[in-house]
């Protein structure tokens, strides 16, 4: 008996000696090589770039991960006690593993085994082998990788903190739909911060780390909400809710809130793209899409979404003036409809339009079927508009009648609408007739003093095309660039009553070309005429003569020095805006204009902090000397210094205010007017109107407009940057002003007002119906009856006076002299072809 004792003690004690060997050799044999988990000590997580608007609501996030890092501390306990049940109960009590869970799992799967079950083996792992495979391991099924992942397990627990290693799995943890981390989950599946978590949302949450594709809230709802008891049901045995706590979370249905729009700003798409690119740009992508930058940008969510309103209805105006291209496609009419219908793809740019067939057309409306088997009706009064586009923006006939603009078949984008064009009610389930808009358009909005960049609509729409027309598009900004050729006339002894001759012109352009003849939109002469007149009537004729003398190598600087252009060709085509420019470089010279001439430049971001909090961007770079400290003791309040560069004159700069707060009261930005309050701004059409503008200010408020098609081509005859983009313009503006009292344009000192007769510009008789307060410097000569005109004068072979029929120089009705002094000799114009008849 002894014998045998002994042998099986030896037998036993052999057999443990080579279970420890053999634990010890796999340790030995599996813990070469492993990552080093002191990483862990250093955790950087990707988190979420966030972009905000200036009233704090979102306006974009960028990650390649959803994650938001909240430290241990700033998770509530309903939260860690709901994982810890449903994932680890003993977390706190193990050193890494669990070996009865370890024991349950192996006796699980060899029973599965047994049974012959193709069954995903049973796991058991603790939160920190969780977190040693998430962080330093793969997602490989294998013993292998299990026995790693303990090893790590117990060295991570040697290593940290139990409240570190958890803080790193609940911010780590995947939780289905693209979040990581417990406080994007919180925000993404049910709009709260973690502390407005009921136990229902928080052990859905901790039902997810298992299988969150298994649990997904729509497509397994009953699934997902059966796992989702199980673990409150853990919650209740682990004492950690009370009994009336768990009924009232069972009861509760699983319910996913996504963030409404108060909190995010809407249809800044064009604005969030660009400060994308300058991130990437500043930072780089990792930067961006893994560092957890907190951007303040400049955009104001009310301004925004009025700019993206007023643009889509303007375009939408100009295409309907331009005619019905037809329906979006044709499909088979009958029965089957609603299927056929369903499988034809939404366009691009139709949102928030529906797509909709014809069922039947009658003499009075077209009858039509909707997604989802509805139906409705187009009245006659909301297709009478289709007239048939035509080849170059012409249209065809009125249509006079249903039949002839849709037909059944037709799949076509509708509104739904409770009133009709003229105002008047219609029947409930009526609809206006729609189409997207091949014609395209910018907005940009800037706060004059800043720089800042208030509002920026790139196109009709982004999911239609990406491309930002406020930023990228180059266009030519015709008329709408006539200000800085005679702001730099100013600059060089002009006023604005100074005459130059408004009459033809021809100008070489080199050996073997042909005179360059410019011409005024309208082909009519004025002779004689004040910078005012030439500027409010944008007489193309004036610009030429005018940039010829004061010289094109100063009117090229005066483009860079606005920022409008980099470097302007010395040719005098280039006065008519011939050149090429973005909506944001030339609202942003518009707005050193009205700021008094002082240097801005365009942000979209006043701020960017890292994931730290730290500032690494600010655009304001004045320095607050006696801002600190922070809390208001009775001191003075502290003065910041104004450190931006002057460009101009500010008499310079608030002369060419008044001039074009006179294109807005009598010249051809008149249809502004109606808003009401002081405006001043400058039309543009370039040749053959593929481009048309309209850019303008209040004091405190600048806006651009832009309109033409991607693909340069005549946006129809008469089409005019004043029929155009001035409406845009002044809804706009009308929208942004309506509860901001009337504020007069800021007169510099150094300005002397005098009272002259709006037409000649001469000093104005008492009571003379006509005057209007002209601007004039100091150092000034006010005009008078000997006042002479600009009306060219030779210069290498040619001259500014009109030409006869034959070409041949007629004498010169007035002699070539400056307001004040003699002017320097014109510059020559270079041999390039030149453009005319822009406006």
């Known amino acids: ?9 030896s037998v036993v004690f052999l057999l443990a000696v080579t279970a420890a060997g053999g634990a010890v050799y796999v340790f030995w044999h599996y813990g070469r090589g492993l990552p080093d988990y002191h990483q862990l000590a250093h955790y950087e997580p990707p988190i979420t770039t966030r972009v905000y608007g200036g009233d704090g609501r979102l306006v974009a996030e960028y990650a390649v991960e959803k994650r938001a890092f909240v430290p241990l501390g700033a998770i509530p306990a309903r939260v860690k006690d709901a994982f810890l049940s449903a994932e680890d109960k003993g977390f706190y009590e193990h050193a890494g593993v669990d070996p009865w869970g370890i024991a349950r799992a192996v006796i699980i799967n060899l029973r599965n085994k047994g049974m012959g079950a193709d069954r995903r083996p ?3 792992s603790t939160i920190t082998q969780q977190v040693a495979k998430n962080f330093l391991l793969t997602n490989e099924v294998s013993i292998e990788r299990k026995v790693k992942e303990a090893i790590l397990a117990f060295r991570i627990e040697r290593a940290f903190t139990k409240d570190h290693i958890l803080e790193l799995y609940l911010n780590e943890i ?18 709260k911060a973690l502390d407005e978590l009921t136990v229902a949302e928080a052990a859905y949450l901790a039902a997810l780390p298992k299988a969150p594709n298994n649990y997904h809230p729509v497509r397994h709802y009953q699934a997902a909400k059966e796992r989702r008891d199980w673990v409150i049901g853990r919650l209740y045995e682990d004492g950690k809710i009370s009994r009336a706590e768990y009924e009232q979370a069972v009861a509760e249905p699983l319910t996913i809130r996504k963030r409404d729009d108060t909190q995010m700003i809407v249809g800044a798409d064009y604005f969030a793209e660009d400060i994308r690119r300058d991130l990437v740009a500043r930072y780089g992508e990792d930067a961006l899409y893994k560092g957890g930058l907190v951007v303040r940008s400049t955009v104001d969510a009310d301004l925004q979404a009025h700019a993206s309103k007023v643009l889509r209805e303007g375009l939408m105006g100009y295409d309907r003036r331009h005619g019905w291209r037809g329906p979006v496609t044709r499909i088979q009419p009958g029965q089957g409809w609603q299927q056929r219908l369903a499988a034809v793809p939404f366009p691009n740019g139709g949102e928030p339009w529906e797509l909709a ?8 409306a077209a009858a039509i079927g909707l997604n989802g088997g509805r139906t409705g009706v187009i009245p006659w009064s909301e297709m009478k508009w289709a007239r048939p586009w035509l080849k170059d923006q012409h249209v065809g006939a009125m249509p006079r009648k249903p039949a002839e603009v849709v037909q059944p078949g037709d799949v076509v984008l509708v509104q739904e609408v409770a009133k009709g064009e003229d105002g008047k009610a219609v029947a409930g389930d009526s ?3 729609r189409q997207i808009p091949k014609v395209e358009g910018a907005l940009v909005a800037i706060d004059p003093h800043t720089g800042r960049v208030l509002a920026m609509v790139g196109g009709w729409s982004y999911s239609k095309s990406q491309f930002n027309r406020a930023t990228q598009a180059l266009r030519q900004p015709g008329s709408s660039f006539k200000p800085f050729v005679y702001l730099t006339a100013l600059e060089n002894g002009y006023t604005p009553s100074s005459l130059v001759l408004d009459a033809p012109v021809a100008l070489p352009q080199g050996p073997g070309l042909p005179l360059w003849r410019p011409k005024n939109y309208g082909g009519d002469f004025l002779g004689p005429t004040t910078l005012r007149v030439g500027v409010e009537k944008s007489r193309n004729l004036m610009t030429v003569r005018l940039a010829q003398a004061v010289g094109m190598e100063k009117v090229s600087d005066t483009s860079q020095r606005f920022g409008i252009y980099d470097n302007l060709p010395r040719q005098l085509a280039m006065s008519l805006g011939a050149g090429e420019t973005t909506v944001l470089r030339l609202t942003a010279a518009y707005a050193m204009l009205v700021n008094g001439g002082k240097k801005v430049t ?10 730290q909090g730290r500032t690494i961007f600010v655009h304001d770079k004045r320095f607050c000397d006696g801002c600190w400290p922070v809390q208001f003791a009775d001191q003075d309040m502290p003065r910041l210094p104004d450190i931006r560069e002057q460009l101009v004159d500010p008499v310079s700069a608030y002369q060419m205010v008044s001039i074009m707060e006179g294109v807005v009261q009598r010249g051809t930005g008149r249809a502004v007017s109606s808003v009401g309050k002081p405006l001043a701004g400058k039309t543009g059409t370039s040749n053959d109107s593929h481009d048309v503008w309209f850019v303008g200010f209040s004091p405190d408020l600048v806006a651009g407009v832009f309109v033409g098609f991607d693909d340069p081509a005549s946006l129809g005859e008469k089409e005019t940057g ?46 003379e119906p006509k005057a209007i307060l002209e601007a004039f410097k100091s150092t000034d000569h006010l005009p008078d009856d000997d006042e002479q005109v600009l009306d060219g004068g030779d210069s290498e072979g040619f001259s500014f006076a009109p030409l006869n029929e034959d070409g041949v120089t007629t004498p010169a009705a007035h002699g070539l002299v400056a307001p004040t002094e003699t002017l320097p000799p ?4 270079t041999a390039a072809p030149m453009p005319g008849g822009l406006y």
């Open 1 to 9: 008996m002894l014998r045998f004792i002994a042998l099986l003690f």
């Open 122 to 124: 049973v796991g058991a």
């Open 174 to 191: 995947y939780l289905g739909m693209g979040n990581y981390g417990v406080a994007a989950a919180a925000l993404n599946y049910f709009n």
């Open 357 to 364: 067939m014809v069922l039947s057309v009658s003499d009075q």
């Open 431 to 433: 609809y206006s007739l």
């Open 602 to 611: 365009p942000t979209l971001v006043d701020r960017i902090q890292d994931r």
């Open 722 to 767: 004043g029929g155009i983009s001035a409406p845009i313009f002044r809804d706009f503006m009308a929208y942004a002003l309506k509860d901001m009292p009337s504020t007069p344009f800021r007169v510099p000192p150094g300005v002397r007002l005098v009272r002259v007769n709006a037409a000649t510009g001469r000093p104005a008789m008492p009571g």
């Open 826 to 829: 014109p510059v020559a114009p």
